[in-house]
C-alpha cells in the first residue's frame, strides 16, 4: 500500500477500499486463504493482536528493503512481540473492539492468537472453558514470561490443535457474573500452515459446530 493512499484516506472506508485493492486483493499468501473461512461479507472483521508490522531489518539490496519478518520461534523475538500485542493500549483496543460488538465466535489464526485471546480474556476476569473437557483454564507455568507467543494455551500434554477437530472442541469464554457463555473461541491454523489444514476443510466443521453450539446459548 502506498504510503500516500495510507496518509491521503480521509475515513474508514476510503482506507479499506485502497487497503482492499493493494493489500487483499491477490494475497494468495494470507488474506485470500481465509476466503473458505468467511461466509458473509458484512459480518466479520479481521484484527491483530500487535496491530504493527514487526520486522527485522535489513540491508537494503540494488535499492529494495530486504526486512524478514518477526520470528517467535526465537527466543530474542518472542519478547518484542509480546511487547506490543500486551502493551496497555493494544489491550485496551482488543477488549473495547470484542466488548463493542455482539459478536459470538471469535477464530484464532494459529496458536499465538489463541494463546494471546485466552490471556487476554483471563485478565479481564472471563472463565475460559474448554467446551469437550469443561475444564477450566488455568496457565501453566511459563519458563520464560514471554513463551506464550510461541506455545499452546492447552498444554502439548493436553489438547493440541490437532486433537480439536475430532470431537470438535474450542474455548468457551464465560461471564463470570452471570455463568454464561460470552464468547466461543475456535482456534485454526494460521495461513502460514494453511498445509496442515487445505482450504480450511476441517477447520469449516469446527466453527460450525462451534456455531451450532452458540445457537443454543442463552442470549448475551
Avoid at 58 to 68: F, I, L, N, S, Y
Amino acid at each position: 500500500m502506498d504510503p500516500y493512499d495510507y496518509l491521503a484516506a480521509q475515513d474508514w472506508s476510503a482506507f479499506q477500499r485502497v487497503f482492499l485493492r493493494d493489500v487483499v486483493a491477490g494475497d494468495s499468501a494470507h488474506y485470500e486463504k481465509l476466503c473458505p473461512l468467511i461466509n458473509h461479507r458484512s459480518r466479520f472483521a479481521v484484527f491483530d493482536l500487535a496491530r504493527c508490522s514487526l520486522v527485522v531489518r535489513a540491508t537494503p539490496k540494488a535499492g529494495v528493503r530486504q526486512d524478514e519478518n518477526i520470528n517467535t520461534r526465537l527466543l530474542d523475538h518472542r519478547c518484542v512481540f509480546a511487547r506490543y500485542a500486551e502493551h496497555v493500549k493494544s489491550k485496551q483496543w482488543t477488549t473495547g473492539r470484542l466488548l463493542g460488538s455482539r459478536s459470538r465466535l471469535i477464530v484464532a489464526l494459529g496458536f499465538t492468537a489463541e494463546y494471546g485471546l485466552v490471556r487476554l480474556f483471563a485478565d479481564m476476569g472471563m472463565r475460559i472453558r474448554d467446551s469437550v473437557t469443561r475444564r477450566l483454564w488455568k496457565e501453566r507455568r511459563l519458563r520464560m514470561p514471554d513463551n506464550w507467543t510461541y506455545g499452546y494455551p492447552g498444554g502439548s500434554r493436553n489438547r493440541s490443535l490437532r486433537k480439536r477437530y475430532s470431537p470438535p472442541a474450542w474455548w468457551e469464554v464465560e461471564d463470570p457474573v452471570t455463568g454464561n457463555p460470552r464468547w466461543a473461541l475456535v482456534p485454526v491454523v494460521h495461513p502460514s500452515a494453511w498445509g496442515d489444514d487445505p482450504g480450511y476443510r476441517r477447520s469449516r466443521k469446527l466453527i460450525a459446530a462451534a456455531r451450532r453450539q452458540i445457537r443454543r446459548w442463552p442470549v448475551a
